[in-house]
């Protein structure tokens, strides 16, 4: 497999360069879930919502100085994680974004040694979503009246992260750590002040989104005890009243099928099964996705069936990271996922 194909990136499942599944899965479930979340299914850190939102303030209002915004972004993201690390051995699975880099040089931004998907790119539009207002940022103004300078006599260095370099940054952390309400603290999670905020925003951002649909989660803010198993039952497997569950199983029921063909097994039964379940989509629904897409890559359509395009490269790897979803409990989440981790990290 060439190094052009990336399993499971940034969103839910990458192929091709800028290509999302062959069938287009992708994309609709995306649309579907921003009908009833309103954040990216990859947005699952709540601290990233209000670090960016403070990062453009300061940007807006021309607090910091002459350095470029692309430029203080990553630096200032860098100086993030570095605040975390500092705190704990062990970011992984905490959707820290960059914690595995082990060499993070603070005093420049795109130095060839960073995340190509920073917070800015996956979170930005989320953000501008779910806060709408300058609570937060009056709030954080008030408690942290001294680190914005603190911040702009880092930003004024820059270059190799020599030993120079390297007590400032030491300096820096320290001063930053000992703010309790300061993002840069150490802490990973919100402040128990910043999650109510945070919290707050997430409802109205859901209730201004879909209001029926806020009225049937509401229970689940709040809630720790079986989360993910209780959400998903009101919502990923409710029948009828959400089209998650009947477009699950036909995804499924599709990708079984098409698996079928391309290794030349009858697949007459796992056809008449997709249609079936096809058939249960609400016509809303079923006007928004074909019941035989035109693939993008990999595969040509042969009437009603799929036939591998010949003299083009077929990933087997990427196949199979789709039959996986396939055959396991959901293929899709929309969002949900997401959700959840919010709410873990928010109540």
């Not at 209000?50 to 692309?70: A, P, R």
């Not at 707050?200 to 689940?220: G, M, P, R």
């Not at 039952?233 to 089209?243: A, L, M, Q």
């Amino acid at each position: 497999m060439e190094a052009a194909y990336n399993i499971f990136s940034i969103r839910v499942t990458e192929f091709d360069e800028g290509q999302r599944d062959p069938f287009g899965f992708d994309d609709f479930s995306e649309k579907l879930g921003s009908k009833y979340l309103p954040f990216s299914g990859t947005v699952r850190k709540p601290i990233y919502f209000f670090f960016i939102d403070y990062v453009n303030w300061l940007w807006q209002n021309g607090k910091l100085g002459k350095i470029k915004k692309e430029e203080a972004r990553l630096r200032l993201e860098k100086l993030l994680v570095l605040s975390w690390k500092r705190n704990s051995d062990n970011l992984s699975g905490r959707n820290v974004l960059g914690n595995s880099k082990r060499k993070i040089n603070p005093f420049r931004g795109n130095d060839g040694n960073w995340i190509v998907q920073t917070c800015f790119k996956i979170y930005s539009a989320s953000v501008t979503k779910v806060i709408t207002d300058t609570k937060f940022i009056d709030r954080y103004i008030q408690d942290n009246p001294t680190e914005e300078k603190i911040i702009n006599d880092f930003l004024f260095k820059s270059g190799l992260l020599d030993s120079r370099n390297e007590r400032l940054l030491e300096t820096t952390l320290n001063k930053l750590s000992l703010k309790k309400f300061s993002l840069f603290s150490g802490d990973h999670q919100l402040t128990v002040r910043y999650k109510k905020i945070f919290g707050k925003y997430l409802q109205n951002a859901i209730w201004n989104t879909n209001e029926d649909y806020y009225n049937d989660i509401s229970l689940f803010f709040n809630a720790t005890n079986n989360l993910q198993e209780r959400l998903y039952k009101k919502t990923i497997k409710k029948e009828n009243k959400y089209p998650f569950n009947s477009l699950n199983n036909w995804f499924a029921a599709f990708i079984l099928a098409v698996d079928k063909d391309i290794n030349k097994e009858n697949s007459k039964e796992a056809w008449a099964k997709a249609d079936e379940l096809y058939s249960k989509i609400s016509d809303k629904y079923r006007k928004e996705i074909s019941q035989r897409p035109e693939a993008r890559c990999w595969f040509d359509r042969n009437g009603n069936k799929y036939v591998v395009k010949r003299g083009k490269e077929f990933s087997e790897n990427g196949w199979n990271a789709l039959l996986r979803r396939a055959q396991g409990e959901n293929f899709y989440e929309f969002k949900h996922f997401a959700f959840i981790s919010l709410l873990k990290d928010t109540y």
